[in-house]
Every structure is written in C-alpha cells, then in structure tokens.
C-alpha cells in the first residue's frame, strides 16, 4: 500500500502513510517536513535529471541507486536522487509539485496518478509510451492513464495483499489453507483454541492504513468490484445495507485479530507471524522485506482472501502499482524521458527486483527466472485476477480515508458492534468530498 510502502522502522509512519496532505487539501502537508527538489533552475545541466524518491528505506534505496546507476552507464546522463522518507514524501507532495519539483518523481497508478494530472501538476509521457507499450499488459496501461486519455505514469513493480502463513506451522498443526469464509473463521477458531493470536494485526500509530486491506477484501468478497469501486469513488451511501454486511463479517472476524492491535505497528505484527504467535495475517507481499533468512522465506506462503459470496469468488486482488511521473515542467525533459523509458524496460526491473524481492514486475518481458518462490506464485495471482484493485486510499479520495473513515474504523475496531453510528457518520462527511 503506501499511501505506499516501505515504512522507515526508525521513524514509525506507516508503510503506506496515509494523510489528507497527501493531495494537498489539509493542514497536514504544510505542517510536514517540506519535501524540496535537488533540480535546478531553467539553467539546470542537460546531462542531469533529478529524480525525487521516497525510497528511503535500505531496500529500495539500494534497489533504485542500482537502476540509476545503469541508467547513467547506458545513457551518459547522471541522475541526482533525492530521496525522501515516505510519510514526509506523502504529506509533502503537493506543495513540492506545484513549486520545483524533481524531474521524475516516484507516485502510484490509478486514482492517485490521475487526481495530479487532472490539476496539472504533472506531464504527459505518451511519447515514453510509444516505446515501452508493448511490454505492458491492458490493465497496466488503464491503470498509468488519465481521465484525458493521455498517460501519465511508468509502472514498475506491483504486490499482492493476501493471507501470509508459515508453512512448517501448517504442518505442525495439521492446518488447511481454507477457500471460503466458514472454512477461514473454523481455521481461525482452532487457532485461537491452539494458543495462537489467529490473524496478526498492528494499526497502532501512522499504521491504520493496513486495516483497509481486510475491509476491502471483505467488502469485495462479499458485495463485488463494481460495488466495492462505486463505495471508494463516493457513488454509493456508506449506508448502503451491503457496507452494513461487510461490518457484519468483519465483526464475525474481531475476536480472531491480535490482542493489542491499536498499539502495534505493522512490523510488530508481522513480527509475531514469523515467530509463530500468530497463525495468519492479511498483508501485502511487503512482509518480505522483514525478512533477511532465505530459509525463513521459503517457509512462508499465502492465499487468496477466502469467498464469501460465490457469485463473486475470489476474483479480484488486491495488488497496488508503483511507478513513476513526469513533473509538469521538467528541467530536461529530453533526459527525463530517456530516463522513463529506461525505467518502464525490462532490464530497469529486472535489477529493481534483484535487489528488492518483495515486489513482481509489471512489464511482462521481464525476467522471471530468479524469482523466489513467494514472487512466483504472486504474479500468478496477479495474472488470474478478473479485475485489479489498488487499495483503499488509493482507489479513493485519500483525504476521507485518512480523516474520515480509517479514524473511524480504528475506532470501531476496538469495540465492534453493527456499525450503524460509524456508517451514518461516514455518510455525512461523504459530500464534502464526493460531488455529483
């Protein structure tokens, strides 16, 4: 997710830092730390593109210096990185594109792609796509479009959200991985009697974000895409008796979460997974960064997110897509170009991920040979999907995620009961948001 991934374990925000800053319509981005641009003024050297990461963390730092570093070796021209931590990359982002921003900057596909390019903020790369088109799947390209038709962002890598165990656990208990919901709640109960916390879980903090990926998966299984999209794109009441079905499910699921949850992070939780205190947990591929015995992880595996509703099955995944835009006046457009087009080839991902193996590829000619087996088989999940979802505060307006409904839902978490108070007060923030 995160409102991306990779969280700085130093600094606490979450994987996915959700904030209303995020698209400038709060306090909360001018109170951030100010993301600035390392590019320069209308004089700036055409030999060098800027480009504005939020790939702080070790991995990922380590994985784009890789692909920069070819890039610079192939074309001559030196890329000057300016790396940012994620939360302050999220709250600052706004400010920092309508100033002077890097010449290619780190962002997601979909809604959050398309929110600063309908405000101008960033520069079309149709030509970019001229070239690299052919490796990229339909889907692929809806997501990197805008709602001019014109494209907007490069694709990189993507990750499923699913259920994440451990194997050589499985094994000891005689667990079965279930595919429906009355198999996964009789799974979790056995857990529960066995001693271990069911479903891992950590939203303490900037960490709330990560409980969007099981309302999602539980709106979606239950009430669809097209429902689950419509709710996200504020066309529906949070009313609606369907929202009112997936609090019922998720409440059926509450006694199974980790006790404690509201003030653990994510990686605490994911943490107890690893070490056996808990059986499941519903997370992104992400989890493997946590991860430095290759043993430990090859005893890890997941599923699908179980079927409610048969009519539904398990068609849709989640799988968030990051990537990368052009800045709406780029320094050196030339190279800036130069520099997508390398990063949306094959060989820009095939070093990304040697690097980084948490995530899948999107350009379909990439190699796939050295993948381990948890990428493997999450770009067949991918692959089988019916349709494609981003996450919650990347399929919606992220300020009513961040300040509406994820307070909300923490909130609601710690004591559920049916949820008709938390839906009406949704519901009446909804407009604020939404216009018809």
Known sequence: MTLSRTPSPASGPGRRGVVRGALGIGAAALAAPVLTACGGGPSADPKTVTFGSNGADATPKSAYAAVTGAFTKESGLT???????????????STYLQGTPDDVFTWFAGYRMQYFAKKGLAHPVDEVWEKIGAGFSDAA?????????????VPLYNYPWAVFYRKSLFQERGYEEPRTWSEFTALAKRMKRDGLSPIASGYGGGDSWSILGAFDYLNLRANGYDFHMSLMRGEVAWTDPRTVRTLD???????????????????????????????????????GQQITDEKLRDDIDFFAFPEIDPSFGQDTVEAPTDGFMLSRRPKNLEGANRLLEFLGGAKAENLYMGVDPSNV??????????????????????????????FGDRDSDPGFISTVVLPGLTQWLGHPDDGSGLLKTIESQRSRFFTA
């Open 249 to 287: 499910l998720w409440r059926e699921l509450s006694p199974y979460y980790q006790q404690g949850a509201g003030g653990r992070s994510w990686q605490d939780a994911a943490q107890s997974l690893l070490d056996k205190k808990s059986g499941m947990a519903v997370i992104g591929l992400f989890l």
């Open 141 to 153: 390209k809806q997501l990197s479009r805008g709602l001019d038709g014109k494209y907007y962002f």
């Open 79 to 93: 890329v000057k990185t300016n790396t940012v931590d994620h939360d302050t990359f999220q709250k600052s982002i």
């Open 361 to 390: 590829a999107v350009n379909s000619r990439a190699d796939t040979g050295s993948y381990n087996a948890l990428q493997k088989k999450s770009a067949q999940l991918i692959a089988g999907a019916k349709h494609i979802t981003q």
